[in-house]
């Protein structure tokens, strides 16, 4: 073959593309992000404190912290406390989140219902569930009762709220849909309704567990002799910076892990979901 017959092959010959250069799947760069932000976080805070920039009394090295928590650990004083706070968590959320999911589809499928009573839970949502502590106090006693009382106070409103607007939120063609197939009020609740409001029920659910966090604390740090909002709260009066940190570390942790729990039921519950990603 003469060199003017090989330039010729040579141009007609299908060029072979560059493979581009291999990265990181999105997912495992978002896991990775989550993971290096907290340590991101740890590490800003331990060089401010060594540069003196933050006061060492009130914002201790984040190994004296880690070191405080061990301790909490091995004495086992901080499973006591956090066993308590989940007892009152966990009964204040079920019972909460319960009745404001079957309160919430009631006031949505029922114009008569929201009407009557949409303006009682928009009155009552706006007073802190702290202010009426003492009232709940009153009518079911102090103790655990009445810190499971006031979570589920707190979830309650923030789950009929979300309910009731995911089912008005629904799609109107899908309502059209279900009549023309003939459902029946129940086939219409349990294939249309519910199936189409479940997104933003577990939206309200995870927005009431943080609150059912933040409202257990604060009736620990009010009226508790047990629990993590009395462990910090105590930490605080005796100056013992580090423990309350712990506290905070540990109220920080199950909150990311009440997440997660919402987040993996809403892929138990939507099935459909998993298929369409």
């Known amino acids: 073959m003469s060199a003017r017959e090989e330039t010729a092959a040579a141009k ?14 999105v997912p495992r760069l978002e896991h990775l992000a989550a993971a290096l932000s907290p340590i991101a976080v740890l590490l800003l805070w331990q060089a401010l404190v060594s540069w003196g ?19 909490l650990i091995r004495s086992g004083r901080l499973w006591h406390e956090t066993s308590i706070t989940l007892y009152r968590v966990g009964w204040g959320f079920a019972i909460g989140a319960a009745g404001g999911i079957a309160c919430g589809l009631i006031m949505g ?44 106070i707190g979830v309650f409103f923030v789950v009929v709220i979300n309910t009731t607007a995911a089912v008005l939120a629904i799609d109107p063609i899908y309502i059209e849909a279900g009549r023309n197939f003939g459902a029946n009020r129940a086939q219409m609740f349990r294939h249309v309704i519910l199936p189409g409001a479940l997104p933003s029920i577990f939206t309200g659910l995870r927005i009431a567990a943080g609150i059912a966090l933040i409202t257990v604390i604060a009736a620990e740090f009010v009226e508790a002799n047990r629990g993590l909002g009395y462990l910090i709260w105590q930490s605080w009066q005796t100056l013992v910076v580090e423990n309350m940190y712990a506290g905070l570390v540990v109220i920080g942790a199950l909150g990311v892990v009440f997440a997660a729990l919402i987040a993996l039921a809403a892929r138990l519950a939507m099935p459909w979901q998993r298929r369409g990603n």
């Open 109 to 152: 499928v029922s114009r008569l219902v929201r009407a009557f009573l949409d303006p009682i839970i928009s009155a009552l949502y706006v007073i802190p569930k702290i202010a009426v502590l003492p009232l709940v106090m009153l009518i079911v006693g102090i103790g655990d009762a009445s810190k499971v009382a006031i979570v589920a």
């Open 53 to 71: 920039i933050l006061d060492h009394r009130f914002f201790p090295l984040p190994t004296q912290v880690l070191r405080a928590l061990w301790s």
């Open 12 to 25: 007609t010959a299908p060029r072979r593309r560059l493979a581009p250069p291999r990265s990181l799947p």
